[in-house]
């Protein structure tokens, strides 16, 4: 039970740090100082994001000129939805989108592929119900929602929304780095699509290498898409789950990865504390290299683009339950002091 609360102290105190005041702390390029980074990364995701688009917008006053030729054209009352492309394939096509309104532009866009949304996560010919003129969100205004792939190695999905109503309106862009939208599904009562993908804002050098993606559910909430932790909660695994877990991560060729992997596996499902208990069982005190491992892991953790979700969702209180004391009291218990 020590070790275990050790480990857990050990990676909990920098992981929850970020509930305090980080001021202005300087961030280091060299990783010099792990704790400085940490307080960076966190500061960088800590306040309001505007998630960012694939598809480069054309302002009104610029001219259009659309990359390739006509692809689909999709009609939703008083709005058509014009598609281009090269069709040389799904990952350098080169393509642009221009959406009328009673025959004046209201939108124009360019991207590496531009396509209408597609239900099931289907692209193209394979796609059968596309989202134009449903409402998606749940506030009685048919939506349209285009994807768009910028191109390149390891890069970059994006979703965007846009009313098709008595208004047009751009609602929101989501980003999903190299994660490309599973499918939109109603996993609730309410009538809005909530939206199943990936998070891989960890992956292919942003935080860590190598293809890092964690599921994530997206609801409509407030106005904007937002990660729906109570959707994605899953119970805390047995006692005999955790040592098999442990015994996988230590026949993993790379034990660092395996361990990470599982790690965010268990954070992701709301079982944040189950996470350093599979620390403490796959990796002894008495090994070297673990609490390296956990330092990085923890330093690595706020730089992902949900971190305040995840530690909203993980919540605090089970937190000061599973270590006994959380960053920020003034005096840690006697138990811990070692």
């Known amino acids: 039970m020590k070790q275990l609360q050790l480990c857990l102290l050990g990676g909990l105190t920098m992981l929850l740090a970020g509930v305090a005041d980080s001021g ?15 307080w960076g990364g966190f500061r960088r995701y800590s306040g309001p994001r505007q998630f960012e688009s694939a598809i480069q917008r054309v302002e009104e006053n610029q001219k ?17 939805v014009k598609i281009y492309g090269h069709g040389y394939g799904i990952y350098d096509d080169g393509g642009s989108v221009e959406i009328t309104r009673n025959g004046t532009r209201v939108f124009a866009g360019h991207s590496g592929r531009i396509e209408i949304a597609c239900v099931d996560g289907g692209e193209g010919d394979t796609c059968t119900t596309t989202l134009i003129g449903r409402d998606v969100t749940g506030d009685g205004i048919p939506d349209l929602v285009l994807t768009g792939y910028s191109g390149g190695m390891h890069c970059c999905h994006s979703l965007d929304f846009f009313e098709l109503g008595s208004q047009f309106r751009h609602i929101q862009s ?30 292919y050098g942003r935080v860590w290498t190598g293809p890092i993606f964690n599921p994530i559910i997206l609801k409509f909430q407030n106005g904007q898409y937002r990660m729906a932790g109570n959707l994605m909660r899953k119970p805390p695994m047995t006692r005999r789950e955790l040592e098999t877990l442990a015994d996988s991560a230590r026949a993993y060729s790379y034990l660092e990865d395996g361990l990470r992997h599982d790690m965010l596996s268990l954070i992701y499902t709301g079982n944040a504390r189950q996470a350093w208990e599979l620390c403490a069982l796959t990796w002894p005190p008495d090994v070297a290299g673990r609490q390296a491992f956990l330092t990085t892991f923890v330093t690595n953790l ?17 937190m000061r339950e599973a270590i006994g004391w959380l960053p920020g009291e003034e005096d840690i218990p006697p138990s811990l002091r070692e």
Do not use: C
């Not at 999709?74 to 058509?80: C, D, H, P, T």
């Not at 980003?175 to 992956?203: G, M, Q, W």
């Open 302 to 318: 706020p730089k992902g683009r949900y971190w305040r979700e995840l530690l909203e969702m993980n919540g605090r209180e089970a």
């Open 174 to 203: 989501v980003y999903s780095d190299d994660a490309h939208f599973s499918r939109f599904v109603n996993l609730d009562a309410d009538p809005a699509l909530e939206i199943e993908v990936d998070d891989a804002s960890y992956a």
């Open 64 to 80: 259009f000129v659309p990359t390739g030729e006509l692809r689909a054209r999709k009609s939703f009352r008083n709005y058509v």
């Open 24 to 38: 202005n702390v300087p961030v280091t390029d060299d990783y010099a100082s792990p704790v400085l980074d940490w």
